[in-house]
């Protein structure tokens, strides 16, 4: 039987982007990176997509390039400033969203926002919240789908394997060292870019959790 494409693996529920021809795009830019696109999202409408290890500016190229191999339709979160000409129209295009770091509430509140006024949406996040070693892992996307009440669906950045697709959906608990190592154990074997670029989360961000862990 032969492998079905890509695009074919995106269960009906998942929002979708693009066309056969921006499918087939993504494709041919991973095929020339030598990526190879791995797993099955969830049928869900609703989640947050926790990509990691995020450690080089090509992170962004690979993903943004799966998504569009898959027909994912998947926004992110960047200051607005970000958002003035030229630049502004073709971040929208990708999935962009303007974010207020001024708002109270901050960008967490502005994402449980975006989460109301839409039936499907998949907001795609990176724990580490910079490309540099991080003592700490950001835990805002923790904050935005236990308020939601969407799962966490993980996405490895393999440059080890040159592999990327969704991996475990997980239905969070709150237990914010409980989630975050249940969540560590799935990207602890995973090679960035630059391995030496990537921590996982902070022992004390774990808690009683890391107890006994190595």
Do not use: C
Request: proline share 9%; hydrophobic share 45%.
């Amino acid at each position: 039987m032969a492998r079905p494409a890509p695009h074919e693996t995106l269960p009906p529920a998942v929002p979708r982007r693009g066309n056969a021809l921006t499918r087939g795009l993504g494709r041919l830019v991973l095929g020339l990176l030598g990526w190879r696109l791995e797993g099955t999202f969830p049928d869900l409408p609703r989640f947050v997509l926790v990509g990691a290890p995020h450690t080089s500016n090509w992170d962004a190229v690979v993903g943004l390039a799966a998504a569009m191999a898959y027909g994912l339709e998947v926004h992110f979160f960047a200051k607005r400033e970000a958002f003035r000409w030229p630049l502004g129209a073709l971040l929208r295009a990708l999935g962009g969203i303007p974010v207020d770091r001024s708002r109270p509430g901050g960008l967490v509140a502005q994402a449980v926002e975006a989460f109301a006024r839409r039936e499907a949406f998949v907001l795609g996040v990176t724990p580490e919240g910079t490309r540099s070693r991080a003592p700490r892992w950001k835990t805002g996307f923790h904050h935005i789908a236990v308020t939601v009440g969407v799962p966490v669906v993980l996405v490895a950045l393999d440059y080890g394997n040159k592999r990327i697709g969704p991996g475990p959906t997980l239905a969070l608990s709150g237990d914010l060292p409980a989630d975050l190592a249940r969540i560590a154990d799935f990207f602890r074997d995973v090679r960035g870019k630059h391995p030496e670029h990537f921590a996982l989360p902070a022992p004390e961000q774990l808690g009683e959790a890391a107890t006994g862990r190595a």
